[in-house]
């Protein structure tokens, strides 16, 4: 267990303790795709608004989006990622294998 000032810290440990190794899973894969997604836009040098004007999704919802407070739809992330020249694909996973 981390401790700072005498109060514990978010580590590892913690999140075991809070989570299941599914739904941190689930995070981290979530994380990963608007990771993907913010690098792409910015390495395009396209704004949010140039993207809201490019897939007809609102600057508003693309914010929510990449600030993970919304959970978009895949017609959403289609209208989003394409633009970007990106798309997503389904892919067997092995077992044991993680998702990321």
Do not use: H
């Not at 792409?40 to 809201?52: C, F, G, M, P």
């Not at 407070?69 to 992330?77: E, H, N, R, V």
């Amino acid at each position: 267990m981390a401790t700072k000032n005498g109060f514990r810290v978010w580590d590892e440990a913690l999140e075991r303790e809070l989570y299941t190794p599914e739904e941190i899973e689930e995070n981290n894969l979530q994380a990963k795709l608007i990771c993907e997604l913010i690098e792409a836009r910015q390495a395009q040098e396209i704004s949010q608004r140039d993207l809201e004007k490019l897939s007809g999704v609102t600057q508003s919802a693309i914010a929510r989006l990449e600030k993970g407070t919304s959970s978009p739809t895949l017609d959403t992330l289609f209208k989003v990622l394409v633009p970007l020249g990106k798309t997503l694909s389904i892919v067997p996973i092995s077992k044991g294998e993680s998702l990321l």
